[in-house]
Antibody
Framework: QVQLQESGPGLVKPSETLSLTCTVS????????WSWLRQPPGKGLEWIAS???????NYNPSLKSRVTVSMDTSKDQFSLKVTSVTAADTAVYYC???????????WGQGTLVTVSS | QSALTQPPSASGSPGQSVTISCTGT?????????VSWYQQHPGKAPKLIIF???KRPSGVPDRFSGSKSGNTASLTVSGLQAEDEADYYC???????????FGTGTKVTVL
């Protein structure tokens, strides 16, 4: 059974860069597609980006200019960077695996990132 | 791309059925078969309950069913149980541009 675990700072200052890592166990990061999603407190879900087994990526157009995703196959990890963060980037960030027919079948537990000085 | 429209809330008594709609456009829900539904309990990660409009992952009770007509997808929960009380989100993968749009979410209350 695939398991995902997000890690990274829980507090980021405005204008700085948010960096998170998702560690995959029970599977290989190079054998599936993966995504980052987020959920502001009390609000709905938002897809941020996907990274594919080839290493190529797709981004939410509304975030594309500030977001980068990457993969480290040697560690079975993939990562997210969001630059120039503001309070609007405060959210629970989830990593997830792509299942059949473009669904998200396995999710990490989520990590709260607060943007505040 | 705008969020898909879901009713903010829905409710039913134990044993009853509740249906949640998810309305998009011909560019997302209406144009592709890649609609999925997620159940989210407070403080927990979302859980996949329906994919490809009508398919259920292994382990998801057959009380959960999905359908689509035109630009609107629907999730029906039959035989409501207390543990079905949660938030539900739809999402559509937009194939041509390869991105996802989520629904606004529906809170289901079991009375």
């Amino acid at each position: 059974q695939v398991q995902l675990q997000e890690s990274g700072p829980g507090l980021v200052k405005p204008s700085e860069t948010l960096s998170l890592t998702c560690t995959v166990s029970g599977g290989s990061v190079s054998s599936s597609y993966w995504s980052w999603l987020r959920q502001p407190p009390g609000k709905g879900l938002e897809w941020i980006a996907s990274i594919f087994d080839s290493g190529s990526a797709n981004y939410n157009p509304s975030l594309k200019s500030r977001v980068t995703v990457s993969m480290d196959t040697s560690k079975d990890q993939f990562s997210l960077k969001v630059t120039s963060v503001t309070a609007a980037d405060t959210a629970v960030y989830y990593c997830a695996r792509h299942g059949s027919d473009w669904s998200f079948d396995f999710w990490g537990q989520g990590t709260l990132v607060t943007v505040s000085s | 791309q705008s969020a898909l429209t879901q009713p903010p809330s829905a409710s039913g008594s134990p044993g009853q059925s509740v249906t949640i709609s998810c309305t998009g456009t011909s560019s997302d829900v209406g144009g592709y078969k890649y609609v999925s539904w997620y159940q989210q309990h407070p403080g927990k990660a979302p859980k996949l309950i329906i994919f490809a409009v009508t398919k259920r992952p292994s382990g998801v009770p057959d009380r959960f069913s999905g359908s689509k007509s035109g630009n609107t997808a629907s999730l029906t929960v039959s035989g409501l149980q207390a543990e079905d009380e949660a938030d539900y989100y739809c999402t559509s993968h937009v194939g041509n541009d390869n991105f996802y749009v989520f629904g606004t979410g529906t809170k289901v209350t079991v009375l």
